[in-house]
């Protein structure tokens, strides 16, 4: 099964400059996992300590949000997650 996942342009020096990689898994969390693993630069950007994924961060799958399910959402052969990495200041 392939997921395909658009990374931010901002963060793709982290991913040797691909805008979009190919994973497998069955849920938001298995395709993130196998996307840090391979980029393991990503993971402060896309996850907290306790594993959740961070605050400014949302995915989407096929353009909609995977809120509330998040890492947990099912994802099938053929989709695609979107990050979207939410900028706050002050």
Known sequence: MSVKINIPDFLTYLTN?????ETNGSTVGECL??????FP???????????????TVDVYVNMESAYPEELAKPVKDGDELHIIII????
């Open 33 to 38: 996992k196998q996307l840090v693993d391979r």
């Open 87 to 90: 900028i706050s200041g002050g």
């Open 17 to 21: 400059g691909q805008a979009v990689v």
């Open 41 to 55: 630069e990503l993971r402060r950007w896309l996850f907290g300590k306790n594993g959740n994924l961070n605050k």
